[in-house]
């Protein structure tokens, strides 16, 4: 592998080539100019995700890949430097699928595990990170109503009055809509259920003044936005 060359690659063909390897150079590369404080800290990130979930897969992938991709495109498509976001994009899912083993608790309600390990994000990496993984990660569903109507409620009133959260949600929303052609057709079909009726709130959540983005980043995003509406019709469809 010719290191450089993953700069000038999209992130999926640098996972279908190269895999996880792949995706960690590319992000070093990416940090290459940031201060040393803040690549500490982000490297100290990714540690943790890579513990935290080394056992998990995305289908045909480690779970590391899809933490990997969400950064990488914050800063490379998104123009983002803020150490923070970017911490909070490597562990976005880490209180929602490892709460006791980030708090390192062993039993707890669901209140009490997330609690703990919010307040062990806020330890290591500031409140600010904390309190942004809070913005992103999934309540406790009722069982008694609709699962993906009750994700895309709480998509929508979490990210209202939080525009960095925005950004986060949305490079995790591109890496699931657009990369949905990158699984199985089942798979596929359960995301694109999921995922199709969020397009619009997304939309406007990017559109608006306070989303901390560039005019060229929101129009990207808005273009991938409209790829995966494109996929998720091929696949509901179709």
């Given at each position: 592998?010719?290191?450089?060359?993953?700069?000038?690659?999209?992130?999926?063909?640098?996972?279908?080539?190269?895999?996880?390897?792949?995706?960690?150079?590319?992000?070093?590369?990416?940090?290459?100019?940031?201060?040393?404080?803040?690549?500490?800290q982000l490297t100290e990130a990714l540690?943790?995700?890579?513990?935290?979930?080394?056992?998990?897969?995305?289908?045909?992938?480690?779970?590391?890949?899809?933490?990997?991709?969400?950064a990488i495109r914050i800063i490379k498509?998104?123009?983002?430097?803020?150490?923070?976001?970017?911490?909070?994009?490597?562990?976005?899912?880490?209180?929602?699928?490892?709460?006791?083993?980030?708090?390192?608790?062993?039993?707890?309600?669901?209140?009490?595990?997330?609690?703990?390990?919010?307040?062990?994000?806020?330890?290591?990496?500031?409140?600010?990170?904390?309190?942004?993984?809070?913005?992103?990660?999934?309540?406790?569903?009722?069982?008694?109503?609709?699962?993906?109507?009750?994700?895309?409620?709480?998509?929508?009133?979490?990210?209202?009055?939080?525009?960095?959260?925005?950004?986060?949600?949305?490079?995790?929303?591109?890496?699931?809509?657009?990369?949905?052609?990158?699984?199985?057709?089942?798979?596929?079909?359960?995301?694109?259920?999921?995922?199709?009726?969020?397009?619009?709130?997304?939309?406007?959540?990017?559109?608006?003044?306070?989303?901390?983005?560039?005019?060229?980043?929101?129009?990207?995003?808005?273009?991938?936005?409209?790829?995966?509406?494109?996929?998720?019709?091929?696949?509901?469809?179709?």
């Open positions: 592998m010719a290191p450089r060359m993953l700069l000038s690659m999209p992130l999926h063909a640098i996972t279908e080539v190269y895999g996880e390897a792949g995706l960690r150079e590319r992000l070093l590369l990416e940090l290459e100019t940031f201060p040393e404080a803040e690549r500490e540690d943790l995700a890579a513990r935290l979930h080394a056992n998990d897969r995305r289908v045909r992938e480690p779970y590391l890949n899809h933490l990997l991709r969400v498509y998104y123009g983002v430097r803020d150490v923070d976001v970017l911490t909070a994009a490597l562990l976005h899912d880490a209180v929602e699928d490892h709460p006791g083993e980030l708090a390192g608790l062993s039993s707890g309600s669901h209140f009490e595990l997330t609690e703990a390990a919010i307040a062990e994000l806020a330890r290591r990496f500031g409140p600010r990170v904390a309190e942004l993984v809070r913005a992103v990660t999934n309540p406790e569903y009722d069982p008694e109503r609709d699962r993906h109507e009750q994700y895309r409620a709480h998509v929508a009133a979490s990210l209202e009055n939080d525009p960095w959260a925005r950004v986060i949600k949305v490079s995790d929303f591109t890496d699931n809509g657009v990369g949905v052609v990158h699984t199985t057709l089942d798979k596929a079909v359960r995301a694109a259920t999921k995922y199709r009726p969020l397009v619009p709130k997304l939309r406007e959540l990017v559109g608006r003044p306070d989303t901390p983005l560039s005019i060229a980043a929101k129009d990207h995003i808005m273009d991938q936005l409209d790829l995966a509406e494109e996929r998720f019709a091929a696949i509901l469809d179709g």
